[in-house]
T-cell receptor, first 111, second 117 residues
Framework: KQEVTQIPAALSVPEGENLVLNCSFTDSAIYNLQWFRQDPGKGLTSLLLIQSSQREQTSGRLNASLDKSSGRSTLYIAASQPGDSATYLCAANNAGNMLTFGGGTRLMVKP | SAVISQKPSRDICQRGTSLTIQCQVDSQVTMMFWYRQQPGQSLTLIATANQGSEATYESGFVIDKFPISRPNLTFSTLTVSNMSPEDSSIYLC??????????????FGPGTRLTVT
């Protein structure tokens, strides 16, 4: 059974810092891995999807990497802004198209 | 990417009653998923709903408590039956779109925030 862990659970940084969010998974037989953003009380917004054959994906200030062999993914946020404050979730996609979510990282970017 | 809407966006219900949540997608999709997010927790899959067949429920979730309908390729409903305060959660529907061989990306609706008193 796939298990996904995210570290840290919470993170507070001053505006402008570069930061890294970590995601680890136990079953490396994934089809892809997705990173989502969730604002308080809201649904999920898909940020990046990394296919199992890829090592990284970039979108604007976001860069996600994937190392299947070690069961790890990272989300790098450059030049953080207060508007980046949200919970960031990673989810591993295994056979059956079922997503297994990590517990999330609550990010606060202070002005 | 698929655009998903949910109704209601939020509701406050009394224990013992039932609530039906609707999920509408702007394109035809094969698989739809229903998730629950309890306060302060991550998402847990309730069931997978395919059009024309019964929903497949994950461990810990049963049809009597969470009946699901999937009448066509753009719509699904989830009912939370005989509610108790423990059912207070955000309920989210999602759909998947194929992005490559054996690879799918999931998109989520805005969620329904349910409070049971």
């Amino acid at each position: 059974k796939q298990e996904v862990t995210q570290i840290p659970a919470a993170l507070s940084v001053p505006e402008g810092e570069n930061l890294v969010l970590n995601c680890s998974f136990t079953d490396s037989a994934i089809y892809n891995l997705q990173w989502f953003r969730q604002d308080p009380g809201k649904g999920l917004t898909s940020l990046l999807l990394i296919q199992s054959s890829q090592r990284e994906q970039t979108s604007g200030r976001l860069n996600a990497s994937l190392d299947k062999s070690s069961g790890r993914s990272t989300l790098y946020i450059a030049a953080s802004q207060p508007g980046d404050s949200a919970t960031y979730l990673c989810a591993a996609n295994n056979a059956g198209n079922m997503l297994t979510f990590g517990g999330g990282t609550r990010l606060m970017v202070k002005p | 990417s698929a655009v998903i809407s949910q109704k209601p966006s939020r509701d406050i219900c009394q224990r013992g009653t039932s609530l039906t949540i609707q999920c509408q997608v702007d394109s035809q999709v094969t698989m739809m998923f229903w998730y629950r997010q309890q306060p302060g927790q991550s998402l847990t899959l309730i069931a997978t709903a395919n059009q024309g067949s019964e929903a497949t429920y994950e461990s810990g979730f049963v049809i009597d408590k969470f009946p699901i309908s999937r009448p066509n390729l753009t719509f699904s409903t989830l009912t939370v039956s005989n509610m108790s305060p423990e059912d207070s959660s955000i309920y989210l529907c999602s759909v998947e779109e194929m992005t490559g061989p054996f690879s799918y990306e999931q998109y989520f609706g805005p969620g329904t925030r349910l409070t049971v008193t």
